[in-house]
C-alpha cells in the first residue's frame, strides 16, 4: 500500500495544478472557466479527504477521476482552455496507486473522455484544443514516468508491515472477544450445531466434518458409529465437498445424508432404520436454519488455524535462536576447557575440567534436544503416532532408555490444533520421564479414532515426585489438554514409575433423540 508520503506528493500535484488554473482563470477574468476549476477542485478535495481513512476504500480510482476530469475539461473546453493543465494529475495519481500500466490506462481514458465529450458538447475541436489536450496529456505522461521511480521505492515491501496490520487486527480481535458469547471452542460449536441439526431431522447418529488438505476430518458426533456406517458418512460428506464452494447441493442415497452447513464444515447422518428412504429431508431448510451456528464454528476453526500457524512460527523462531546463539556458545565454552585441559597445573585441577567438561556436554546434548522439540511438528502426510515414534526414537537414541511405542491408529485424522497439542503432551511426558524419572525403560500407547484419542506415557522411573520451583512441564501440559478439551491425568503406578495419560472424548450433542448422550460424556473403548 502506497505510504502516507505518496499520497502528500499527489496531493501537493493537486494543489499546484488549481493554482495553475485558478491565477489564470482570475488574472484573464475568465468567469466561466470557475466552474470547470470549482468541480474540479471539488474532486480532488474528495480525493483528498477520503485519503485519510484509506481502510474504509472509498477513494474514486485511477480511472473513474481520470474520467471524471476529462468530462470536467471537455465542458469548460471552450470557455477556459486553461482547465486543460488538471489532465497532467490523474496519471500521477495512477501511478502512485497501482503503477505504470494503469497510469497509461489512465491517460487514454481521459484523453479519450476530453475528445469524444468535447466534440458532442461544441461540436468541434479546433486544432489549438486538440494540440492543447495532446501537450497536457503527454505532460502527465512524462510526470508520471519520472515519479514512477520514486513511487515504485516506496512500494518496497516494509517487513515489518505484516507485523503492524497483525497488531491492528489483533486489537479488533481482543476488542470482539467480549461479545462472543459461545466462544472459538470448535469441539462446542460443533456440538451446539449438530444438536440443532438433530431436533429437526431424525436420524441415528450425525457427524460434523472439516476439510484438512485432501481428507475430511471429524470434529463432532452425536454418537459412536460403527465402521461401515462412519465410512458411510464420511463417504457421503466427501461427494459433498467435491461439489465444491458454499452452494454444494446435499445428498441423499439409501438412508444416508450430507449437507454442506458452511464453507467449512458439512454434516453427515443416516436415517432411522425405520425410516421411509422416499420421502425426502429438509436438508437445504436445515441449512439455512444453523447458519448462524455455522458461522461461529468457522470463526472458531480459522482461529484455531491461525493459532497453529502463529506458535508454529515462534517455535522456529525459538529453535533457530537456540542453535545459533545459546548452544553454539555453550559448545565454545567447551573449547575453551579442552585448551585448559590440555595443560593442568596439577591432577585435581585436571579432575575438575574433565568434570566441567562432561558437564558441558550435557548441556548441549540437552539444548539440541530442546531444538529437536521445538523443531519437530506433525506433517500433512505424517499422522499423529508416527510423529510421536519419531520423537521416541530419538530420545531412546540419545538418551540409551528404551522406549516402545504402540500404535492403534485409523486413517481418518484429527484436526490439526488438535493432533499438534495431543503430540506435545506425548513429547513433553516422554522428556520428563527420560530427563527426571531415572527410568530403565519408557512404553508408550497411542489410539486414534477420530475424533477421539488416547494417549498413554507409562515410565518405570521414580514416580511423582515434589514439583520444583523451576519446573513448569506438568502446568503446560494441563493447559495444553484444556484448550482441546482433553483430561490430562497424571498418576503413580502401583509397583514403580508414572502414568501421564491424556484422554480426548468426542463432544456430543444434548438431544432428547434416541442414541444421543449429553456432551463429553462418553470415553474411547478399547479396540483390538
Given amino acids: 500500500m502506497p505510504s502516507s508520503q505518496t499520497f502528500a506528493v499527489v496531493g ?56 471524471a476530469i476529462g468530462v470536467i475539461c471537455a465542458l469548460g473546453l471552450g470557455d477556459a482552455p486553461v482547465v486543460l493543465a488538471a489532465l497532467v494529475v490523474p496519471p500521477l495519481y495512477a501511478t502512485a496507486i497501482a503503477g505504470i500500466r494503469t497510469m497509461v490506462r489512465t491517460v487514454l481514458i481521459e484523453v479519450i473522455a476530453a475528445v469524444a465529450l468535447g466534440l458532442m458538447w461544441w461540436q468541434k475541436i479546433t486544432s489549438e484544443q486538440a494540440v492543447s489536450i495532446f501537450t497536457w496529456a503527454m505532460a502527465g505522461l512524462g510526470l508520471s514516468l519520472i515519479a514512477a521511480v520514486t513511487f515504485s521505492s516506496d512500494r518496497i515491501p ?53 476439510p484438512r488438505g485432501d481428507t475430511l476430518t471429524p470434529v463432532a458426533s452425536t454418537k459412536e458409529l460403527d465402521p461401515a456406517d ?112 590440555a595443560r593442568p597445573a596439577d591432577e585435581a585441577q585436571a579432575k575438575a575440567l574433565g568434570m566441567l567438561r562432561d558437564r558441558v556436554t550435557k548441556v548441549v546434548a540437552e539444548v539440541r534436544q530442546s531444538v529437536m522439540n521445538l523443531r519437530t511438528s506433525i506433517g500433512e502426510n505424517e499422522s499423529l503416532g508416527a510423529a510421536i515414534s519419531n520423537v521416541a526414537r530419538h530420545l531412546s537414541e540419545s ?43 519408557i512404553d508408550v500407547r497411542c489410539q486414534v479414532y477420530a475424533p477421539e484419542a488416547i494417549i498413554t506415557v507409562t515410565d518405570d522411573g521414580v514416580g511423582l515426585q515434589t514439583a520444583r520451583t523451576d519446573s513448569h512441564g506438568l502446568k503446560i501440559m494441563r493447559e495444553r489438554a484444556r484448550l482441546i478439551g482433553a483430561e490430562l491425568v497424571v498418576r503413580d503406578n502401583a509397583s514403580r514409575g508414572l502414568t501421564v495419560s491424556v484422554a480426548l472424548k468426542t463432544p456430543r450433542s444434548t438431544t432428547s433423540g434416541a442414541g444421543t448422550t449429553a456432551a463429553g460424556s462418553p470415553t474411547l473403548t478399547e479396540k483390538r
Avoid: C
Avoid at 469441539?187 to 450425525?206: A, F, K, M, T
Fill in 158 to 210: 516494509d517487513p515489518l508491515a505484516p507485523y503492524r496490520d497483525a497488531q491492528e487486527h489483533l486489537k479488533q480481535l481482543l476488542e470482539l472477544a467480549g461479545s462472543l458469547s459461545s466462544g472459538l471452542d470448535v469441539g462446542v460449536l460443533g456440538g451446539e450445531l449438530l444438536s440443532q441439526v438433530s431436533d429437526g431431522i431424525p436420524n441415528r447418529g450425525l457427524v460434523l466434518y472439516v
Fill in 399 to 441: 538418551s540409551g532408555i528404551p522406549i516402545r511405542v504402540r500404535l492403534d491408529e485409523q486413517p481418518t485424522r484429527l484436526r490439526p490444533e488438535v493432533e499438534a497439542e495431543l503430540f506435545r503432551i506425548a513429547q513433553e511426558a516422554m522428556n520428563n520421564a527420560v530427563k527426571h524419572a531415572r527410568a530403565r525403560s
Fill in 230 to 341: 462412519a465410512l458411510a458418512s464420511e463417504t457421503l460428506a466427501g461427494d459433498v465437498r467435491m461439489q465444491f464452494g458454499a452452494d454444494a447441493r446435499p445428498v441423499e442415497i439409501g438412508k444416508g445424508f450430507a449437507f454442506r452447513v458452511s464453507e467449512h464444515a458439512i454434516v453427515a447422518g443416516l436415517r432411522p432404520a425405520e425410516a421411509d428412504e422416499s420421502h425426502p429431508l429438509p436438508l437445504a431448510t436445515m441449512a439455512n436454519h444453523v447458519a448462524d451456528t455455522a458461522v461461529k464454528l468457522d470463526a472458531a476453526l480459522l482461529f484455531a488455524q491461525f493459532r497453529d500457524a502463529a506458535t508454529a512460527d515462534e517455535r522456529n523462531r525459538l529453535a533457530r535462536e537456540m542453535h545459533d546463539g545459546v548452544a553454539q556458545d555453550i559448545a565454545s565454552l567447551g573449547y575453551i576447557i579442552d585448551a585448559l585441559a
Fill in 12 to 67: 501537493a500535484a493537486r494543489l499546484f495544478a488549481l493554482l495553475a488554473i485558478g491565477v489564470p482563470l482570475l488574472w484573464l477574468h475568465q468567469e466561466e472557466g470557475l466552474l470547470s476549476l470549482a468541480a474540479v477542485s471539488a474532486v480532488w478535495v474528495y480525493q483528498a479527504v477520503t485519503s485519510t481513512r484509506r481502510d474504509l476504500e472509498l477513494s474514486l480510482s485511477p480511472a473513474t477521476e481520470a474520467a
